[in-house]
């Protein structure tokens, strides 16, 4: 799933995400120090929150604060992350948000992808690369990208592309999609092939990114026979691949393909629990758990009040799912820092 905006204010402290356990959703406060001063006049700052490397035991808390939200694929398990998901704010400065992110500390930046949408959605791949040119730090990924819309090879020459040109900072975030199903058949893609697709997709960039020689494959919707990949990924065996969703067939692949699972409306329990199935998919496919990291893709919206929050954050998600709030309002944070 690509996931809404999310609007939050322009200052420098740094979100913090906790468990509300007595209503089982999410909440959040802010941190005590700021990473940077970036206040700037305006209408609020758009992005998306993104939370990663959920750990499996309690972090240390800095002082007032109950767990962090960080991320990093190279961060230890026991710490967390974040990253953002930039949308057009009312500038329509896309890069600039970027870079303002970047200067904010956030650890990642995240796009996603639509063929059709209902709401602008540019191309992942080339705006992945107009974002490599302006950051240097933060990781960055798609989430997630319908890849099974596209041949196999092309998104494994886009990924190593990506790869090269942000430094070896590339994630490639999957998923099979399929909120649209007009998308789908504009792109000559049956919708019910879609989760197989991506199987076989996922597989061959695999052996496309770590092959010395030719490549064949023979799979029930893709086919290589001595195919020669022309550029080897900078980063060795290519790109991490997270894969998104909470559906069982997801979490299937994301224990024997994927390198990470990106979670997304779930509440804290449904977390858990898919977090566990994924790591039992992933030991029962001859795979190390450990070496997979859990993900969170969350809604937020911070402001003065709850209702002015609110205001924010809820046209959005309506406008991005053409669905009523009410359905999303459990999986989301917002308020006041």
């Not at 305006?42 to 960080?70: K, N």
């Not at 949408?117 to 240097?136: E, F, N």
């Not at 919708?191 to 052996?207: G, H, K, P, Q, V």
């Not at 024997?256 to 998919?281: I, K, M, N, S």
Request: hydrophobic share 40%.
């Amino acid at each position: 799933m690509a996931g809404a905006e999310v609007a939050l204010r322009k200052h420098g402290s740094p979100i913090i995400v906790t468990r509300h356990r007595p209503r089982g959703r999410w909440t959040s406060t802010a941190a005590t120090s700021s990473i940077c001063d970036a206040r700037r006049q305006g209408a609020p700052l758009r992005v998306r929150l993104m939370v990663m490397g959920i750990p499996l035991r309690p972090a240390t808390p800095a002082a007032g604060v109950t767990r962090q939200v960080a991320y990093d694929i190279c961060m230890p398990r026991d710490r967390l992350t974040f990253g953002v998901l930039p949308g057009h704010d009312e500038s329509g400065d896309l890069l600039g948000t970027v870079e303002l992110a970047e200067a904010l500390g956030f650890d990642s930046v995240w796009v996603g992808d639509h063929v059709l949408w209902y709401v602008p959605s540019p191309d992942p791949i080339a705006l992945l690369g107009a974002i490599a040119a302006r950051t240097s730090r933060v990781r960055l990924g798609t989430a997630v990208m319908l890849a099974a819309l596209r041949p196999a090879v092309v998104g494994a020459k886009a990924a190593a592309t990506l790869d090269h040109l942000s430094g070896g900072r590339f994630v490639f975030g999957v998923g099979i999609g399929g909120e649209n199903p007009a998308e789908f058949k504009a792109a000559g893609v049956p919708l019910r092939e879609r989760s197989s697709r991506l199987d076989e997709t996922l597989r061959i960039c695999r052996a496309l990114w770590s092959a010395s020689g030719p490549v064949t494959f023979e799979g029930r919707h893709m086919s290589l026979h001595e195919a020669r990949f022309d550029l080897p990924p900078l980063t060795p065996s290519g790109p991490p691949i997270w894969v998104g969703g909470r559906a069982p067939g997801s979490l299937r692949r994301a224990g024997e393909l994927g390198d990470g699972w990106l979670a997304f409306v779930v509440t804290p329990q449904r977390f858990r629990e898919g977090w566990a199935t994924v790591r039992a998919h992933a030991e029962a496919a001859g795979r190390d758990p450990d070496a997979l990291t859990p993900g969170l893709q969350v809604w937020c919206a911070l402001a003065d009040s709850d209702g002015e929050a609110r205001g924010l954050i809820a046209p959005a998600i309506e406008a991005m799912y053409r669905t009523p709030f009410e359905r999303f309002e459990r999986y989301t944070i917002y308020g006041t820092p």
